[in-house]
């Protein structure tokens, strides 16, 4: 099955990586640098979203920047253009790294970022304008998801290129989530986007398309580099393979059918909610299988985390996917979904996925590939810390006055003594809250946008290999 | 070591989304489509159309759901936001509009419960100026603002549709003028009214279907709720209305003088220009005849003639019985004219 084994035992180890390496550095580099820029637009999108709560008539004049077109601008733009474009670039790393080869077809990768980057950007521009679909996950205008799915494919067949010149027998659990995404996603991206939907059948293919764009994209990528970073960083092998193989395939099978949750009692065939909120249940299993593997990998390593901010992010990310996952699965049961349905709780539990989750992840993964592009160490790792406890901390106030205000405003929504204006005002003060933790975020980013900069153009003060990284330099297993 | 073989991996890779697919959205696509639109569901008229497009460009959807869940499942059966939608109210749907956020209520029955074109025009212009504590964002773009050299009735005979926006929240010496987007948007919103009856075997999502009406069978309609489901968005929770645009209800002699004339706006609505304590109002007050009970309307009367200060005689269901008998062939709202000369009649 597998190419070229023979010489991969003759090589040295690092000659790969050097190879590797240099061979990923270009596209890489395109992917993150573009990722980075969208993540700013992006995040000021959310905070004025934001602030729109807390004071409606600010900017209340400018169809462009009215709320129901800013939000979605928004999501739009950290979903497709900061975390796709970031989580290309590390799972194409990683795939280079893991098969132990250079890149295959690397034109392709810089015609991906290209056309990706001027799919987002006129996507962004439409809904702006007013030209959105009215299909949440799916605003972007037909051209522009014409142009994603494209450079998606574009992206996909670098990747599996790649895959098959491997040099390497084993294929390590990363590389089962990077392949898998990276043939689920085009397909999901296009059958969701098929003509003939309508009526409440839209309704069901477009949230199975939004969710599984978290089952086939998002979540597999946050994966494969928690399970390559946490090992390689502590240089010590994963806690057991066994387990990954079960939450892989747990995974895939249990994930593809969650989507149908988002409509909890609405006018959709009851069997058909119920295959669901089973499927989101079930989903116990691959959580709990990787979440042992990671944090029992971790265990009595946790002195690591003061020194290495890849881990930092990494562990910090990993844990935020168990509790987004077990939140995830409760939000689902009936007797819960009640109260949280059509509230703020919903918006707190997808900025714990994709923001606490995927968002640190691959924050923790640029940090790593960044010095192995540029050669380059990374400036001012007092910065790199700031980073960190920014965004650590505005994501928690985040999430937790989301959790709280939505709670609230459930239980209020839900008690017909009182008004329904009652349910938005006691969600005010943790609106506001929800502000703050937005500038807080913004803050951390511009700190992190800085330091990239840097990085890119090989700015600040030369530092030597940090010590701690020489002799963590082993592949995992 | 392998862990299992490549083509079995990308098979079973490909199968688990496949599967899924088939099974979320094929299947339930195909039991979906032999579903026929509810009989009484109109399809969205040329207008309404185009303000579903404006609906969509503003991102309503975002804090709007259109779906009411049945009874057990949240308050929407208790609040009578309308009997569970059923996936026949849909078919003329597309894109779907159900949303998942009610950051603001659902609309899927707003035009059962806000008929009033002047109440949305506003809101759509500042909901602030009706909807006190509101976060919605205002659409000023919908509206032009005009000088207003003259009287605004001169805009009106122009056949423009003049929109009564209470003092402090339009520019001074301004008269708010809705564009044809405003209308359009606001016929959309008045034709979501998905309250007529459907055959029980149509209700995808267990539970029955309770007809649009009030808890009645508990014993005793309380006047108070009723007035809070469908009277306070315009006469406000301190019965005072919204000046310029909403008349208000306390110390009104058209509430308090005698006890038919009330009856008789709530039963048939009210059109034409009025003055009360000093303040003119030309707005329309839709019937409430054909959506509520008599005892519900005499309750929600009483209700009124004994709040903010007012107290004045009750009013029985009776009497509203009798007043519905004696107009019921009558197809459009009262005139102010003919109300006086009905309750001059009376004493």
Redesign the interface.
């Known amino acids: ?1 597998s190419r070229n084994t023979s010489h991969t035992d003759e090589s040295p180890e690092l000659s790969f990586r050097v190879l590797s390496d240099i061979s990923v550095s270009g596209p890489v580099i395109a992917f993150f640098a573009s990722a980075v820029v969208w993540l700013l637009v992006g995040t000021v999108f959310g905070l004025t979203a934001s602030l ?3 004071f ?2 600010w900017l ?2 400018y ?1 462009a920047l ?4 800013v ?2 601008a928004h999501l739009n733009a950290v979903i497709y253009g900061w975390a796709s474009l970031a989580l290309a670039g590390c799972n194409t790393w990683l795939t280079a790294r893991l098969c132990r080869t250079e890149i295959r077809w690397p034109k392709l990768l810089y015609i991906s970022a290209v056309i990706w980057n001027i799919g987002v950007l006129y996507g962004i521009i439409a809904i702006l304008k ?7 996950w799916l605003e972007f205008p037909k051209k522009a998801e014409f142009l994603i799915a494209v450079a998606a494919v574009c992206l996909s067949l670098s990747v599996l290129r790649t895959f098959h010149a491997r040099r390497v ?3 390590y659990v990363s590389l ?1 989530y990077i ?2 995404s990276v ?2 996603f085009p ?2 991206y296009v ?1 969701a986007n098929l003509p003939f ?12 398309f939004a969710h ?1 764009a978290l089952t ?1 994209w998002f979540t597999p990528a946050g994966l494969a580099a928690a399970y390559y970073f946490i090992p390689k960083v502590i240089g010590r092998p994963i806690h057991s393979y066994y387990l990954s ?1 079960l939450g892989f ?1 747990s995974f ?2 249990f994930y ?2 969650n ?2 949750h ?2 909890i ?6 069997w ?2 119920s ?2 909120v089973v499927a989101s249940v079930l989903m116990f299993i691959p959580v709990l299988t990787v979440a042992i593997n990671h944090h029992l990998t971790m265990v009595g390593h946790f002195g690591k985390l003061r020194y290495s901010p890849t881990l930092r992010f990494v562990v910090f990310g990993a844990m935020c996917y168990t509790a987004v996952s077990f939140q995830g699965s409760i939000e689902a049961l ?1 007797s819960f979904n ?1 109260i949280s ?4 709780y ?1 918006i707190g539990h997808a900025h714990l996925g994709l923001y606490a989750f995927v968002t640190m992840i691959l924050f923790g993964a640029i940090y790593y590939i960044m010095p192995r592009l540029t050669k380059w160490e990374w400036p001012y790792p007092i910065l790199i810390k700031f980073h960190f406890w920014l965004v650590a901390f505005g994501i928690t106030l985040y999430v937790v006055s989301m959790t709280i205000g939505g709670i609230l405003q459930g239980l209020y ?4 003594a009182r ?3 009652d ?3 006691v ?2 003060p943790y ?1 506001l809250a929800r502000s703050v933790s937005g500038v807080i975020i913004l803050i951390g980013h511009l700190v992190f946008i800085y330091l990239f900069s840097l990085m890119v153009l090989r700015r600040g003060p030369a530092r030597a290999t940090p010590p701690w990284r020489e002799g963590m330099e082993v592949a995992p297993p | 070591m392998m862990f299992i073989r490549i083509t079995t991996f990308f098979l079973g890779v490909l199968a688990t989304l496949f599967i899924a697919w088939v099974g979320l959205v094929v299947v339930p696509g195909i039991q979906i489509s032999e579903i026929k639109p509810s009989p009484e569901l109109k399809p969205y008229t040329e207008q309404q159309l185009r303000g579903r497009a404006i609906y969509i460009r503003e991102g309503c959807i975002y804090c709007h759901s259109q779906q009411t869940r049945p009874a057990g499942f949240g308050a929407d059966q208790l609040r009578n936001w309308g009997r569970p939608s059923v996936p026949g109210d849909y078919v003329y749907d597309k894109p779907h509009l159900l949303g998942t956020s009610r950051t603001g209520p659902d609309l899927f029955n707003i035009a059962a419960r806000q008929p009033s074109e002047d109440w949305h025009l506003i809101h759509l212009y500042n909901p602030r100026a009706v909807s006190p504590g509101s976060i919605m964002p205002p659409f000023p773009w919908l509206f032009k603002e005009e000088d207003a050299v003259s009287s605004k009735y001169i805009y009106a005979a122009s056949g423009e549709r003049v929109v009564p926006v209470p003092k402090g929240f339009a520019p001074e010496g301004k008269v708010i003028i809705a564009t044809q987007g405003a209308l359009d948007l606001v016929a959309y919103l008045l034709s979501l009214d998905h309250t007529y009856p459907i055959e029980e075997k149509n209700i995808g999502t267990a539970g029955v279907a309770p007809k649009f009406e009030s808890k009645e069978s508990e014993g005793g309609v309380n006047g108070g709720e009723v007035y809070t489901r469908i009277c306070v968005s315009c006469h406000q929770t301190n019965g005072q209305g919204i000046p310029g645009a909403f008349p208000p209800l306390a110390g009104s002699d058209w509430l308090l003088k005698d006890t038919e004339t009330p009856i008789r706006i709530v039963i048939h609505g009210l059109q034409g220009a009025i003055e009360i304590k000093g303040m003119s109002y030309n707005g329309v007050m839709p019937e409430w005849g054909s959506k509520l009970s008599d005892e519900e309307i005499a309750a929600v009367i009483t209700h009124e003639r004994r709040s903010w200060g007012n107290s004045a005689g009750g009013i029985t269901p009776e009497m509203v019985g009798k007043v519905r008998k004696e107009t019921a062939n009558r197809t459009t709202p009262w005139t102010p004219e003919e109300l006086q000369k009905l309750s001059g009649q009376n004493k």
């Open positions: 099955m729109k709560f807390n409606p008539d209340g004049s169809p009215t709320f129901g077109r939000r979605p007013g030209d959105s679909r009215g299909l949440e027998k084993h294929l089962w392949i898998a043939v689920w397909i999901l059958i939907y309508s009526g409440v059948t839209q309704a069901a293919a477009n949230w199975w599984n086939v193989l395939w895939a099978l593809n059918w989507g149908i988002h409509l009692g609405g006018p959709l065939p009851t058909l909610i295959v669901s009936r009640k349905h059509f509230t703020h919903t929504m839900n008690n017909p008004p329904f204006m349910s938005v005002e969600t005010k609106l």
